[in-house]
């Protein structure tokens, strides 16, 4: 299947995310040792949760891009799915990180990344399989 302009350039972007994951990683497996920076179980799980969601999220969005192509989507919506299955993970894995508690067990306000990347993740997912199903 050949690909858009578009698709190749959103899956370049994409592809350049992927090393910040791979930090994101080292960065876990650095703290999980005696000296960490990390302060608690709970952030711990926050980190783990933003690390894994940006992995999964950004091979959802590297999957969507070509189906993009082949959906019947209106041209003045393709931009905001495509953008929006980018800037989905990115929202998500950085409310987890940055609402990650650093005392306590209330979670910081950064939480609130966490909403807007699923809403726009949801919004992008639903765009995407109705322009698949209605071609």
Do not use: K, N
């Amino acid at each position: 299947m050949p690909l858009s302009e578009s698709a190749r350039f959103m899956l370049g972007l994409i592809l350049i995310t992927v090393p910040t994951i791979q930090f994101g990683g080292y960065f876990l497996l650095t703290q999980m040792g005696r000296g960490s920076a990390i302060r608690s179980e709970l952030q711990r799980a926050y980190f783990r949760a933003g690390h894994a969601h940006a992995g999964v999220l950004v091979l959802l969005a590297l999957i969507a891009q070509p189906l993009v192509d082949s959906a019947s989507l209106a041209s003045a919506l393709q931009w905001p799915v495509r953008i929006g299955f980018m800037l989905a993970p990115i929202l998500i894995s950085a409310g987890f990180f940055g609402a990650a508690p650093r005392e306590g067990t209330q979670p910081g306000r950064l939480i609130v990344l966490i909403y807007a990347g699923a809403f726009i993740l949801v919004g992008s997912v639903l765009a995407l399989g109705l322009g698949l199903l209605f071609q």
